[in-house]
């Protein structure tokens, strides 16, 4: 099965997977400060901006992100180059009250961070698969927030390279039906 398009998206959109493979190659710092840049321009509740971002490149500070990652993510993603761990600030900073929106906006700066990224051609794969406790012990996370995603990033691959187990996988996820998503109002 292929993915299937009613309309035209933008091409970053339409591009845009969850790939698993990655080129061996070093990321720096300046690599991922546009990625986050993006993801500061999203629209969040009360322009609250609860996001932050936890960024990883050297091989030092990689191998502690994949110390935390699930047995089933660690197989392909020690080939990333860098990780981005995003946290969420429960609260609102102006009345100290719970941001029930902290989660929604946290992960509309991912949303503009991956098309930010399939822009630049690089490839990056949110994970929930992660120790939760152990990573806000290792990496000594405030309880002002929680860890939303650790995203792997990197230039994308062959499947080849991958662990044969996982290498059928090793494409575009499919979609519901467009039919399926909506309703109209008045036929409710
Ligand atoms: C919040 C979130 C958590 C995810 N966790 C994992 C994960 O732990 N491991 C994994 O391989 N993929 C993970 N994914 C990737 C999804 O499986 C993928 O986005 C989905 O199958 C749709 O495919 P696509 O991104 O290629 O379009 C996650 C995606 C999101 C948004």
Redesign the pocket.
Known sequence: MERDFNFNVLDVIRN?????SFKKKQFTLNDILPLIEAARYAPSAYNEQPWFFLISVTRQENEKVIDVL?E??KL?AENASAFIIILARKNFSHNNSFNRWHFFDA?TS?GFLALEAENRGIAV??????NHDLLIKNFKISGDYDPV?VIAVGYRDIPDVLPEKIRINEK??LRNALSSIYKKIEDI
């Not at 845009?16 to 698993?20: K, Q």
């Not at 794969?125 to 992660?130: E, L, S, V, Y």
Request: hydrophobic letters at 30%.
């Open positions: 845009r997977w969850s790939s698993r699930s089933s993510n392909w992960g991912f794969h949110p994970m929930a698969g992660f995603t575009p996820g």
